[in-house]
Each structure stands twice: as structure tokens, then as C-alpha cells.
């Protein structure tokens, strides 16, 4: 199998020259982090010879605090094609004498660059919203979690009514009694306290995810755009 010090040592050379890289566990992962968790997620195989990526980006007030799962495509090794056994995927394979510079080539000219390119909550939220499926199975509540922060109360009311954001609802209940509740009721109407209490619920979940993810040094708390509307 190949291990997780496997793939660490082919991306050591590179987080040594990046400031702008992290890595833990499997995820190579961009800092600091803000309002979102990017990242390249590695995937080990019963091979030890082969393994395949995957680029991770994910609101991060809406995270679970466990590990975050792959979200995406696969990206397969570029110029390669697919193999048996790995549907439409082509994997690395330690043993290519070229792979790892192959590798490196395209974590820095093919996978990263997308990942860049994500500034706000809103461009977290439009990434995993884009992936196929995602409204038949978006049942963390990424998109009320999302209308929370950005202030978008009415919105976030009108989808907490249906029972795919059924979780959502309930992590505002659990925060505090009946939040949840009342906001699907209240919408935009919502009491400032209440809507304080919901902010101050989604800072938590952020506080939560780095936690788990062992990135409090690489961690810039950045206020939501409900805020900068003088919700703080």
C-alpha cells in the first residue's frame, strides 16, 4: 500500500520552497487559510505503486470536523490514459522513472491554479455547487451555511424548509434553542441577536474544522460578508 511518508516525501521539496503550502495527513493543502479549505487530497491504493489526486476546496464554516472528503475530479496523471480498473482515471505510478518531476508539473502548472483562484466564501461555495450531483446530495447544509454568512437570511430560510438541509436546521437548533427554527420561519425578519447567534455558530464550525485539521498556525480568521455589512 502506499503510505502516507510515501507521498509526503515527493511533495517535501515543494512545501519547502512554497510558503503558500501545508502539508498534513494526505492533503497538500493552500495557507493560509481563510474562508475556505483548498487543497490537493493524495489517495493511497492496495498497490504500493500507485496512487491518484484530487483537488479539495470547501467552505470552511460548513466543513464536518472530520476529515473532509474528496470533492471533485480526480485528476488523473496528464498525457496518460486510463487503465483498467480505474474507470476514467489514470493513477500515479511510482515506478514511472519520470514521476516525480511529472508530478510536481503538474501539482504547480494543473492542479493549484484553480485552487488560487479562490478568494471569498462565495468561490468555495460556487466550486462544490459546480460538481455533478451536488443538489441531491448537499446534505451538510453547504448552501444554507453559505446564505447565513454572506447575509442572505431569506434564502437560507426558504432552502432550510426542505429536508435535504434538514442537518442544517437542526446544527442551528442544536446551537442554540429554536434558532434554526426561527430562522426558517423569520427569514430576513430574524432578530439581529438571532442573527449574531448564527454568525457566531459558523465562526465556531471554522474554529472547529482547523482544529481538526491541525491548522491553527495556518489560520486567518476572516470575517463574513454578513459582517462587513455591520452584522459584527
Not at 490514459?81 to 514521476?99: F, I, L, M, Q, V
Not at 434554526?180 to 432578530?191: H, K, P, T, V, Y
Request: with cysteine.
Amino acid at each position: 500500500m502506499t503510505t502516507v511518508r510515501d507521498v509526503r516525501a515527493l511533495v517535501a521539496p515543494l512545501v519547502k520552497e512554497r510558503p503558500d503550502l501545508h502539508w498534513f495527513d494526505r492533503y497538500l493543502v493552500r495557507v493560509p487559510v481563510r474562508t475556505g479549505f483548498a487543497a490537493i487530497f493524495f489517495e493511497r491504493s492496495g498497490d504500493p505503486d500507485i496512487f491518484r489526486t484530487c483537488r479539495i476546496a470547501i467552505p470552511l464554516c460548513s466543513m464536518s470536523p472530520r476529515m473532509p472528503p474528496p470533492q471533485g475530479l480526480w485528476r488523473m496523471r496528464p498525457n496518460a490514459s486510463p487503465e483498467p480498473g480505474w474507470g476514467p482515471w489514470a493513477p500515479w505510478r511510482k515506478s514511472d522513472p519520470d514521476y516525480p518531476d511529472a508530478l510536481r508539473e503538474a501539482i504547480e502548472r494543473e492542479f493549484l491554479p484553480p485552487l488560487e483562484q479562490l478568494q471569498t466564501i462565495r468561490d468555495f461555495f460556487d466550486w462544490i455547487a459546480a460538481l455533478d450531483g451536488f443538489e441531491e446530495s448537499d446534505h451538510l447544509g453547504h448552501r444554507v451555511f453559505v446564505e447565513i454568512a454572506c447575509g442572505d437570511f431569506d434564502a437560507a430560510a426558504f432552502h432550510m424548509t426542505q429536508e435535504i438541509y434538514k442537518r442544517g436546521r437542526n446544527a442551528c437548533n442544536e446551537w442554540q434553542s429554536g434558532l434554526g427554527d426561527r430562522l426558517a420561519e423569520q427569514g430576513d425578519a430574524l432578530s439581529t441577536e438571532d442573527k449574531r447567534a448564527l454568525i457566531a455558530m459558523l465562526h465556531r464550525r471554522e474554529e472547529d474544522a482547523i482544529r481538526a485539521l491541525k491548522l491553527e498556525k495556518h489560520w486567518e480568521r476572516t470575517p463574513f460578508p454578513a459582517e462587513e455589512k455591520g452584522l459584527g
